[in-house]
């Protein structure tokens, strides 16, 4: 059922990047292939992922391989970036429907700032890297958690009205965790182990479009 555009939203959904809108990797991994630390980075997720590191420790060491690379150089790279078919018809049904489409990610704010602008994202947040005269510095100004994550998310849904269990997330590993944990619907998209138990639902696909049935939970619990 639609919600007539003038009633307000009725919910949020809060989609992860890197393993979900980016299938099979990340978007850091990606960049990394230009920034030479490829295979190093890729083993710093893997083990983060398995909670042998801590994201700190992970930016930290991706950060470093930006320096001297100019912000605009990275958003060409990023065009090229494999994506998960049906985000755009994804991102209309959500807003069909009064759903507030919403990037909550740990992937660096220029992928998130890229992706909210192809795909009309409501808002973005994610780790920030420092920059002096567009250039990036190698150092992290600003550090995001899995924490961080879902804080940012549940702020969100507050600024547009919305109690937590009105909102959905959309995530595949140990970073949507805890964002899990608060919203009202979570759907584990072709995800790890840990991501589907904690879930309420669990859909894989190789196109978003697979979880709408799921999120329409958000829309049937307002009739």
């Not at 299938?23 to 909670?51: I, K, M, N």
């Not at 042998?52 to 001297?68: F, H, I, K, P, T």
């Amino acid at each position: 059922m639609s919600v007539p555009p003038d009633s307000g939203p009725i919910g949020a959904v809060f989609f992860d990047v890197d393993g979900t809108l980016v299938p099979g990797t990340s978007s850091s991994v990606f960049l990394a292939g230009y920034l030479g630390h490829r295979d190093e980075l890729a083993a710093a997720e893997a083990a983060y992922a398995a909670g042998a590191m801590d994201n700190r420790q992970v930016s930290e060491l991706d950060a470093a391989a930006w320096a001297g690379v100019p912000e605009q150089q990275v958003e060409n790279w990023l065009t090229g970036l494999q994506l998960v078919p049906g985000i755009t018809e994804t991102v209309a049904w959500c807003r069909r429907r009064s759903l507030v489409p919403v990037l909550a990610t740990l992937a660096w704010t220029p992928v998130g700032r890229f992706l909210a602008g192809r795909f009309g994202f409501h808002a973005f947040s994610g780790p920030e890297l420092e920059t002096a005269g567009g250039v990036f510095t190698g150092r992290v100004a600003r550090h995001f958690d899995e924490y961080d994550k879902r804080d940012v998310a549940l702020g969100q849904a507050h600024e547009l009205g919305l109690s937590p269990g009105a909102c959905g997330a959309v995530g595949d590993s140990r970073s949507d965790l805890p964002l899990f944990a608060a919203v009202g619907v979570s759907v584990a998209f072709n995800a790890s182990a840990d991501a589907r138990t904690a879930a309420t639902a669990t859909v894989d696909g190789d196109d978003l479009r697979s979880v709408l049935p799921v999120l329409g939970r958000l829309v049937t619990a307002t009739r």
